[in-house]
């Protein structure tokens, strides 16, 4: 027998993650009674790791048009909501729930506290503040549709039904936060049009083995370049962050999409330069008077002058097979000097894959923005759903715009479902 659940409400938004809470208060501010369903044991769980746990909570980039720009094709789609609900109106909310915020480096925005968790709370309470009903640990399994209305939602025997209907439950990166993409499928259910996500923000795998002897090294200000079958096909500049897997850093992160197309035409090389402002000639010059000045020491103690920080077990372990790194560096010949340049200067990888929704930041894909109206977020093929979040097919770079995209869509999609009421 299943159970209906007969308290009236004017509003239930089905999970609660970023998107979810900001709607899911918003709609509560402005009086609705609302439920707020989520299938975790706690609300917030990607959110709590956001930013690696410092919650980078906006892009405090203040013009409008500037901003938007970093959202693709989606510009035009968000200008109105932006225009309701845009970045000084954000840092607003937070500050008025005693989440202060500070801006640093690349406009990028933290909570003061740089905690993550402090966001969740904040949120949390502002929920009970206004009696929002909250049943956690009851994943939704079915919306029930009439004509093109829901009417009610299942929890496996519970139902819970509103007048309206807000579809929150994120994307499917990192799915032990609960990202199980549901939300896609129900979407393509009701007849919408969807795009199957694929990692796009995700680090880049690699096979070479000297990568693990370098995890959680950063190369500052270096370059790399991506080729395939020996043809330079991008080349990008800045920090690369070596991890136990591969490479990854916002550089990275936001390019991965690129190499995904790379990795479609074949075997992907990536050669990473240490020294972009110096030739080879210049860097051998250099590493000549390091030898020359240091020659009684021996070349293994000698590699932290001229290898940059953290990146020496790599070029040992490259070399290893080539270079005796235990002779007195007078002894080193100029072939054997000339292959250490060489590596600094091309330190190559082969790179394997994306590293795939478990690592990703972002999964694009979504349902298509001309289903979905502009102004409110509401689906245009049914009636009562509004669509928040990361189910929206929108694709952004990292740096605090994909939170943003979830409190604009979350607030209007809240404040429009009422209005709807
Ligand atoms: C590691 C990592 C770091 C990130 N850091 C940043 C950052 O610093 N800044 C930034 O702007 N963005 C960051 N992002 C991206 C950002 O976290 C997401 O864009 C954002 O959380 C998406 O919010 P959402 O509301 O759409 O979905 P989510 O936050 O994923 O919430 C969806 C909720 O719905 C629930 N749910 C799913 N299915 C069901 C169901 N059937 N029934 C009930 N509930 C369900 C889920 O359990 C989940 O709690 C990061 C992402 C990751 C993975």
Redesign the pocket.
Known sequence: MLEKNTKPYDVIV?????????SAIVASNLGAKVLL????KR?????R????G??????AELGLRTLLKNYGDAEQFLYSAFSKFGVSETIDFFEELNVPITVQARNRAFPLSEK?VDVVHAMINRLDKNNVDIVKH????KINLTGNKVVSIS?GFDIYSASQYIL????T??PE????G??FDWLRDLGHTVKTPSPNITPLGASDKWIKTVSGVVLKSASISFFVESKRQMQLKGDILFTHFGISGPLILNNAHKVSDLLQLGVVVAQIDCYPNLSEKELDIKIAEIFNQNGSKQLKNNLGLFVPAGLSPAIKQILNSQVDFDMKTSEVSKYTRGLIVSNLKHLSLTIEKLMGFER???ADGGVDLKEIDTRTMRSLIVDNLFV????LDINRP?????????WTS?YVAGACAVDKK
Do not use: H
């Open positions: 089905i999970g609660g993650g970023a998107s979810g809470m900001m369903i989520e299938k975790n609300l917030g769980e990607k959110l790791i956001t930013g690696g410092r919650c980078n909570i906006l892009n993550a009851s994943p939704v399994t929890c929150a439950t994120g994307g990166s990192r936060t609960g990202a199980s549901d939300g990703a930041v972002v928040t979040g990361d189910l990292s740096g605090g715009y994909s939170l943003q995209l979830c979350g």
